[in-house]
């Protein structure tokens, strides 16, 4: 075996891309080896082949991100000759390092959170085996440097999750999910496909250097195409709108560690292949027209799926619904085809890993402990399981962008960024985009305050008087997880310094990916641009001083509501005797003409009545009723719909793509 | 000549696709699938055809400037590709049983628990 490196750089790391994917089949392998028995053992291989993975992908870090190198590795030494590979090729840059760090650090967390988890499951050789070989798929698709590889990958990614998604074959809808994953999903393999055809056919190549090098030149109908193909392939994998009910789908039914991993590691797979078509392979994302459908779609995505999240009764699928409106953000930064804007999509799509990653484990503990997810049946729960209200809520704060959590940086990066486009381009669709992103991360903190009451707050359910808290192995990758969080909310500037600026540059870079295949000045030959390297400020988001503001402007908002709504909503009521407290409660909500109201302000009659989720913004679904029964209608749940609308998609994009590129 | 390939490899496609959204049977809509993956098969092994070529097979030697052969590369994509649709069809095919067994039906009208 030969490797080819940019630069000087050799030795091991060289090696450590193929290590860090084989690792991970090879323990697929062995698990499958290892069988029924020996759960010890396999625990263990489990364990170490994903540790290795890790371990390997943060060695690569300092040598691709601080000092810039790329790592090319050709498989069984078949090395470009004269401008042409024609092998199979890996190739490592700060942006695939980047995706490559979320799915091994992804993959790690839930591997330990399956131990306890899945203890119970029958047939656990077969899911260690099925969830090695998803990780391996995902970790092979980033680091790969072959368009044709990446459509290989991206079919056992597909085929180990639809398994996976319908692992718990007895729970109720595991395999309606899984087969509308299967079914929607092929839409997309297939368009990656015939886009990889169509892209051969002009340019008769697959390797993405090869094709980022002579795509510009060769621009025609036929690749305007390819690029539509492979976009909404890509997209479907992200599961942007409109692919977004299968995701719902699948993650509901999923295991909870399995919904980490679709929901925090294979958007993020989809999200990388729309960085790498758009940034390196066409270098489009600086034409108006692609720039606006990309950050459209993304903030449509965003705002569709907060409101169907709103609407939700199960407590996984709520997440589902959150999580693509949160992949929603993410791509439309990185429609935004700034620098900046790049930086903050990688943020936001690492964050979302993370706070997503929380979430989907702690309501996997609930299912645990509870043993179901229906909003509407828990309750009270803060009491029985602390700790896990505890990470929950860390979580929640960080997905509604609350400081000091990840969310927060993130998000703000994301606001100013689009803030900047729209003043720089003048635009009114990124004027809309701002509102959008804005009104779904109101509405994201709205439902997240209805899941905290209906799970964990209230008055306890008598069928949960005996409930315990999860075991201190479910919550330490938990803990992990929630550490995580805060670390990178706290210092965002850190964050930024070693990842997420090596690797935007790297995206807007097209030239060093080309160079480190075929030799520095390959690119420059051909009309690539190196990219200019653009560094801008924060608008303070860690700053004391800003904080403080926040704070004063927060605690006058509150004095001069209670002083204007006179209402004493602090003061409790004291009354022994049920007619008294009846009479007082009348005095205190005397204008308030429903009495419905009553258990919001705890005037409640009957000592159990709980404000279920779906109760507490009942005016305002009410006031959109209009607007929730057409998406309950759109979302039929049928899947001739759903693949009718990838279909549409598809034919929307290809239109938009041969009229406009 | 290649042309009615294109065209027979979009049709294909397009019939594929047609067959999922509107079928209503799963199987049928498993054969959708299968439809669209062969059109798509079709497609890139047409891209590596040339006119009079022959099977690209040679043993070290035979190969010179003078010799005309089919693109190999679309033909190893092809192999990959059918291996992968058949293991997508059986995919859905066992589910489809799994969920006849527990659904009682096979149509898609009636296979809608996870909704709104």
Redesign the interface.
Known sequence: MMEMIYGQIGGAVAHFPIFAVISLFLGAFLTALVGKRRALLRRGIVFVSSLVSLVLVILMIPPVMSEGWIITYWMGGWEPVGQWA?GIGLEADALSLFFALIVTAAVFTAALYSFPYMAQDSQPENYYTLYLMLAGSLLGLVLSGDL?NI??MI?IMT?TA??LT?FR?DY??A??????Y??VG??G??AV??G???L??QL?T?NLAQLALRLPEANSPATAAAFAFLFVGFGSKAFLFPFHPLA??AH??APASISMIISGVITKCGVYGIIRLCYVLWQNMSLPAVSTAVTLIGAVSCFICVTMAF??HNFK?LLAFHSISQIGYVIAAVGLGSFFGLEAGLFHAMNHTIFKGLLFLAAGAVQHAAGTLDLDRLGGLARKMPRTFLLFLIGAAAISGLPPFNGFASKWMIYQSVFEKAEESGNPVFILVLVLCLLSSVLTLASFVKVTQSVFFGPCRPEYAELRDVSAAMRVPMWILATLCVITGLFPGAVRNILLAPAAAAAGNPAAYIDAVFGVGTAAGAHIPEAAKASETLIGCWEPLSWLWLLLTVTCAVCFVMVLGGRPFGRTVQADDAEERRQASEKLFAGLPDPKYESFFSGEKAEFSHVGGSDLFWGFKYSLRRYFSYM?RW??????DY??YG?AALAFMLAFAVLCL | MILINYIAAFALIALGFYCMAVKKNLIKICIGMGIADYGANLLIVSVGFHDGGTAPIFTIGELTRASFFVDPVPQALTLTSIVIGACTTAMTLSLIIRLKEKYGTLNSDEIRRLRG
Do not use: C, P, W
């Open positions: 024609i044709f459509f290989v079919e085929m639809v398994a319908a074959v109720d809808g395999l309606e999910g899984a087969i509308k299967m079914i092929s839409i393999s297939s496909l015939v990889i055809a169509i051969y056919s008769h697959l719902a789908d509901a039914v609407n939700q699928r309950r979302h039929s749940g049928n899947v001739n693949t009718r279909i």
